[in-house]
């Protein structure tokens, strides 16, 4: 086994999973179903916060999609990281050329393809009510959550900056007065490591609860290289060491007043993105025949280390009308991360002869973050209920300070840097907001709401030495961009209740993305900025409660088109990577949502989305690809013509399904199975069109069968990616046909229990 030394906030970790580890295991969390009075299992009301307040999901007027209880512990299981709801809810896909820690999302087509360490994203995650901006916060672990709730289509208006696509929200459990513990250890392939557990309960009767809470996941390195000489024969990589914390303490010392901090950090010691170089046939695509994703032929280094910790402090006062809430956040993250990017040995070009296959140049480069520091700050009042009209007006403030580093590498010198850049970016956004909810009638209710945002950056890049330097590229800049805008976003909303079980709504919506800047001149010589792209939604859907609350049947569509859309054309024959605006985009798509209680014993849910991207731009073009790779695109003065293509990774199909089925052993025993399926259609992995960076479909199973004791010990079998699918996920266009693919199969033992 491989363990790796502790950062301080590791060992500040490893002390709060010392005080956990006094609970051992997790029990099969809260079922979504429960019984009624005659016995039979119905669906539970799923409640979620969407629009900053407590709602039942079936009544926000807009297509919205929640994970929780069981099904949320089980698909993220196994040493998954937060790409473990790729796939899972319609529309949402999630991938990843940077290890764990710079996770990129996708929401009905719409995200962003950049993996520089300041690139923003139209879909922007929010942990516990603090939006996670920079890349690098985004990979935070998912552990001991109350639910994560995806919202499809710009969310402007209550959340803000950088939200057309919509929001990716996690929910932690929060402290109650009434004592609770759980954990959860795993044990599988690779000797893949997980334990999870928290405790929580009151300090002071009815003023002071807290809630503790850690994760640490462990897998062993378990990719052989075999590169020539006295490269050979290194360490293995492909594990990590991935220690997560939370401490949330909640102090009510009367019933109008609450205060909720929330301490939190990760310790990340493990392995970069593992690129193989020509594993991908030329001309048609798809994996070699003699591809092994156990085995690599390497030069370079691969390492990735993160640090990150936060602190936040909710206070809500409660008047008789209203509530007056205050929301500051900060959050301070540190990232190293090397990989060998050509992912072979050698490079032909510098007269050292590469495997496998050709290789043109050694390409092994290093990013850095020494220092993010991240401020927000949300004030905003809300009405408790007033009747026919209820409203919550807010102040919203976000401050940024992020320094990056990037550091080329000699060929088979893996200590000798030559060339290196580096970044600051300063960002600083306000914005006020104000929401009203109208009940026309019991059965109509109408909603709308406005936002005005100012957003301002300011930027400095400067490259001091040049991996190009043989060619006569030095030194160049510092090079600045200092672009801003003032943005009003806004939608408006109806929902009409047909009957108790079936309601119907739509909505019109305009989202934004503030201006985007691009400026890593490890490679390149320029800074480039994109102009705020803004984004016009109409949906319609239908929610419904069927068969005695047995079955939730949700489905929508929508419309869309977006003005300027922000693309980046990474890599290609020039390898750097350049920021520009779409003249206009059209998008388009369904989507459904199914929960279903068939049985007493047999419980299912289901997912499908149909997306529909194209890109409207005659004079849009970009470079085309430097690695042997055939372009189906039209080419013109050495340019590719991107008009009527579809967005990147943007499949047309999302499929998921899960069932369960229990048998009951004794008075409170069950023997239960559980499997679930992930299906994602084809998808482009560039601007530009190539059978070679195209991804296949792909169906990922899982499989769990246990024995679970009156809902407080739980015994189990598992296995991830039961059937061994192998697919590519991402490649590397500038240098030859490398290509990255998805996790090995995984399988093993859970334990828990639940006091």
Wanted: charged share 20%.
């Amino acid at each position: 086994m491989r363990y790796h030394g502790q950062s301080k906030a590791a060992q500040w970790l490893s002390c709060c999973s010392l005080a956990a580890l006094a609970i051992s295991g997790l029990a099969a969390t809260a079922s979504a179903q429960s019984r009624n009075d005659s016995g039979v299992f119905t669906l539970e009301e799923i409640v979620v916060t969407a629009q900053k307040r407590e709602q039942s999901l079936q009544d926000v007027p807009s297509s919205v999609a929640a994970i929780g209880g069981e099904k949320l512990d089980i698909l993220n299981a196994a040493g998954s990281d937060i790409r473990f709801l790729s796939g899972r809810i319609p529309s949402l896909t999630i991938e990843s050329s940077f290890g764990r820690t710079f996770p990129r999302f996708y929401i009905r087509g719409l995200g962003n393809t950049d993996f520089d360490l300041n690139a923003s994203q139209p879909v922007s995650l929010i942990y516990d009510e603090i939006v996670m901006e920079n890349p690098i916060l985004k990979g935070m672990p998912a552990f001991d959550l109350e639910r994560v709730e995806v919202l499809r289509g710009p969310q402007g208006t209550l959340f803000g900056r950088n939200t057309p696509a919509g929001i990716v929200k996690l929910e932690s459990k929060k402290p109650t007065h009434e004592f609770d513990a759980y954990g959860k250890f795993t044990y599988g392939r690779f000797d893949t490591i997980e334990f999870e557990g928290a405790v929580g309960g009151s300090l002071i009767k009815d003023v002071l609860a807290i809630r503790t809470s850690v994760k640490h996941q462990h897998r062993d390195d378990f990719i052989t290289n075999d590169a020539p000489g006295l490269l050979g024969n290194r360490d293995e990589i492909g594990g990590y060491d991935d220690f997560a914390g939370r401490v949330q303490l909640l102090y009510t010392p009367t019933d109008r007043f609450s205060a909720l901090l929330n301490f939190h950090a990760r310790s990340l010691d493990g392995t970069a993105r593992v690129f193989q170089a020509n594993i991908i046939n030329p001309g048609v695509g798809g994996l070699v025949d003699d591809f092994d994703r156990r085995r690599v032929t390497q030069d370079g280094q691969n390492e990735q280390d993160l640090d990150q910790r936060g602190l936040t402090a909710k206070l809500e006062y409660k008047l008789d009308k209203f509530t007056i809430t205050s929301i500051t956040g900060f959050e301070h993250g540190e990232v190293f991360s090397v990989g060998d990017v050509d992912g072979g040995f050698g490079g032909e070009f510098e007269g050292v002869p590469s495997t496998p296959g050709f290789i043109p140049f050694n390409a092994e480069t290093a990013d850095a973050v020494p220092g993010l520091d991240q401020w927000t700050q949300e004030l905003r009042l809300s009405s408790n209920d007033l009747g026919m009209i209820d409203f919550q007006v807010g102040f919203f403030y976000f401050d940024e300070d992020l320094k990056i580093e990037s550091t080329n590498f000699n060929s088979l010198a893996n200590n000798a840097p030559n060339g290196f850049a580096s970044q600051r970016q300063k960002s600083e956004s306000w914005a006020i907001f104000a929401n009203v909810n109208i009940e026309v009638t019991p059965d109509l209710i109408v909603e709308g709401g406005v936002r005005y945002t100012e957003d301002d950056k300011d930027f400095t890049a400067t490259r001091t030495l040049s991996p190009l330097s043989f060619l006569g590229i030095g030194g160049i800049g510092p090079l600045e961009a200092n672009p801003s805008d003032e943005v009003l976003s806004w939608d408006v909303s109806a929902t009409y209740m047909i009957n108790d079980d079936i309601s119907v709504y739509t909505r019109a919506a305009k989202g934004f993305r503030a201006p985007s800047i691009q400026g890593r001149l490890l490679f390149g010589d320029e800074v480039t900025v994109a102009d705020t792209e803004e984004i016009f939604s109409v949906e319609a859907g239908i929610k419904t409660e069927l068969f005695n609350n047995r079955m939730r049947l949700n489905l929508s569509a929508y419309v869309a088109d977006m003005d300027g859309q922000q693309l980046t054309a990474v890599g290609g024959d020039a390898n750097f990577n350049r920021l520009v605006n779409a003249a206009d985009t059209n998008l388009s798509g369904v989507e459904m949502d199914l929960e279903w209680a068939v049985t007493n014993n047999l419980f299912v849910t289901a997912g499908a989305s149909y997306n529909f991207t194209r890109i409207n731009d005659p004079d849009l073009r970009t470079l085309p690809c430097g690695g042997g790779c055939t372009i189906t695109d039209p080419i013109i003065d050495g340019f590719v013509q991107l008009d009527n293509n579809r967005l990147p990774q943007a499949p047309r199909w999302i499929a998921n399904a899960t069932a369960r089925y229990g048998v009951p052993v004794g008075s409170v025993g069950e023997i239960y199975a559980y499997t679930d399926w992930a299906f994602t259609s084809e998808k482009n992995f560039f601007l530009f069109e190539s059978p070679e960076f195209t991804s296949g479909r792909e169906l990922i199973g899982g499989l769990r069968v246990g024995y679970n004791h009156d809902d407080r010990l739980d015994f189990a079998l598992f296995g991830r990616n039961i059937t061994d699918e192998t697919e590519l996920k991402g490649g590397i266009d500038f240098n030859n046909l490398t290509g990255f693919v998805n996790e090995p199969p995984i399988w093993g033992i859970e334990i828990s229990a639940r006091f």
